[in-house]
């Protein structure tokens, strides 16, 4: 096959859907997984990259039975398929902000806690309010990948990541100390912070494993604690503090409902669960330090509106 030549490329045999189909695959290495992204068939991309290579008059990918990889002409071609797929993005973002008729795609990394506690109300009044615009969510605790992974955004509770974003805070939480009925029957309750070293503590793996800070008036106590269990979700620890397996420091609307029911008791409620800077965590909204598309402005002052005025 020649050498490419994308922009001889018969007009109407190379449209966006195809040139994004082969950003996808040439990202994921796959057809399997570039159809998972776009909600196609594996068959199905194969075939309409094979059209889109006989379009442009070269092949694209040198393909084996455990690989599929960017020939010489399809790493050009890529180069050229994202400026004009960033080039059409922009236009129709603009014509978009005209209308006020926000559309398309935006991809959203938020955190388990946040996830769980404030999205769901949040974004079931945006869907309705802006039916044109498509979400595609990641959970995850580790936000700092943002820009790598492809992310248009994220909300973050707790410590702001350094990750070179764009971040607001928003609003501030109330972490608490937490054990279940069991637990504190049988190893009985902290009373202050230096009591918590000779307790079994469920700690978070990424955040503060090691120590935690408390604050009660303008004294700040950095307080050593003993890692009984590890993990890298609040949602699990929440569930192991529930079962008796220790004392957890958890989101106060996290565990409000289970306060309320008995089946977590609250500890040495007299002291505030900061960070080493005295401050309350807070929550984030984080996004990359380049051109915002204004499908994705509009989610972030939706949200940040909606969770400054949720309940703390």
């Not at 196609?40 to 006989?54: D, G, M, Y």
């Not at 700092?144 to 070179?164: F, Q, T």
């Not at 620890?237 to 029911?261: K, P, S």
Request: aromatic share 8%; net charge positive; glycine share 6%.
């Amino acid at each position: 096959m020649p050498t490419a030549n994308p922009s001889t490329a018969t007009a109407g045999t190379v449209n966006m859907h195809l040139l994004e189909l082969f950003v996808a695959v040439a990202d994921h290495g796959s057809f399997a997984g570039a159809a998972r992204t776009l909600g196609i068939s594996p068959s199905l991309a194969v075939r309409k990259i094979a059209a889109l290579e006989r379009s442009l008059g070269v092949r694209l990918f040198q393909r084996t039975t455990r690989s599929v990889k960017l020939a010489e002409a399809g790493q050009v071609a890529l180069q050229w398929a994202r400026r004009t797929l960033a080039s059409y993005e922009s236009v129709a973002d603009d014509l978009a902000s005209l209308a006020a008729r926000p559309s398309g795609l935006v991809r959203l990394a938020v955190n388990h806690y946040a996830a769980t506690t404030y999205l769901p109300g949040i974004l079931e009044r945006f869907c309705l309010r802006y039916p044109e615009i498509r979400l595609a969510i990641t959970t995850t605790d580790s936000v700092v990948r943002l820009i790598d992974e492809g992310h248009d955004l994220a909300v973050h509770s707790g410590r702001i990541p350094d990750s070179g974003v764009v971040a607001t805070r928003v609003r501030e939480f109330r972490r608490v100390l937490c054990a279940a009925p069991a637990y504190l029957a049988r190893r009985g309750a902290p009373e202050v912070p230096a009591d918590l070293g000779a307790h079994d503590c469920l700690v978070h793996a990424t955040n503060e494993p090691n120590n935690w800070f408390f604050r009660k008036g303008r004294r700040l106590t950095a307080q050593p604690v003993r890692p009984y269990i590890e993990a890298d979700t609040h949602l699990l620890l929440h569930e192991l503090a529930c079962h008796g397996l220790g004392i957890a420091r958890l989101g106060y609307n996290v565990v409000r409902r289970d306060l309320e029911d008995g089946r977590l008791v609250e500890v040495m409620p007299d002291y505030k669960s900061v960070y080493s800077t005295g401050e309350l965590p807070g929550i984030w909204i984080l996004y990359p330090n380049r051109r915002v598309l204004y499908r994705t402005r509009v989610l972030i002052d939706f949200l940040a509106a909606a969770l400054e005025d949720a309940t703390p």
